[in-house]
């Protein structure tokens, strides 16, 4: 096999082919670099055998594309076609018909200010209301039994509402009455009483306005409501006896 002849140019060597003999066997062409003598270098090699790899790639792909047409003669694709029974028909809502613009609105006219003439001296008649007496009155409403004070709580007019006197021993007995299960469960309430103090400031009647919830608390409010002493209610410098709503609270400190 006859290596490949490229001109070597250089300084000292000349222009001139050299062939070089390969040591694995075959002859290479030297580069321009390369002189006579010398050994050559794997960088020198490689460009000597690109003609070679060229060919045997060449020669390998046809031999691999013969092959796989003698292997499988026939090739198909797959069918990728779509059935149009699939498909099904969306029916489109019919048209809505936009209707007309409505008709301008005229403009208003003017008001037409007229010059009338009126008459001063204008007199009404004399009117009396005996001409319009009915001839049968209702009669008057039939006047009830009237109730004591004390019996319903009412508005009683005053000026100067009572005030608690006894406050410390109100708080004693809100702790003595407390309700010790409710206590010990932490359960507390509010309690709205109804309180009747006479001319003297005296508790006369309770009674239960707005109950908390629990029975207990109820009868434990009433029983603290009777221990509360007030001073009078005043009405200017009259002592009156009055309705009050005083809410009592159990709490658990």
Known sequence: MGGVQIPLRGASSGERNQTVRDPGGGYLSAPSTWKK??????NDRLKSTNGSRVWSSLILATVFHIAVFSLWPELTAQDFTIDSREL??????PEVEI????????????PIIASTDIDTDI??????????????????PEVSE?????????FTPWTVQPSIKNRVEV????????????????????VLVWFFIDEGGQ???TRVHTGSGHRALDEAALK?????????????DKQVPVWISLPITFTIR
């Open 37 to 42: 003598g010398e050994e050559m270098t794997a």
């Open 88 to 93: 099904e028909a969306i029916e489109l809502p």
């Open 99 to 110: 209707p007309p613009e409505p008709e301008a609105i005229s403009r208003p006219q003017r």
């Open 123 to 140: 007199t009404m008649a004399l009117t009396s209301l005996d001409a319009y007496e009915p001839d049968e009155l209702p009669p008057p």
């Open 146 to 154: 009237t109730h004591s004070l004390s019996e319903t709580p009412r």
């Open 171 to 190: 708080q004693r007995a809100l702790e003595r009455e407390y309700p010790a299960l409710l206590r010990d469960a932490g359960i507390g309430g509010q």
């Open 203 to 205: 508790v006369q009647q």
């Open 224 to 236: 603290v409501a009777r221990v509360i002493r007030f001073t009078p209610a005043l009405n200017r």
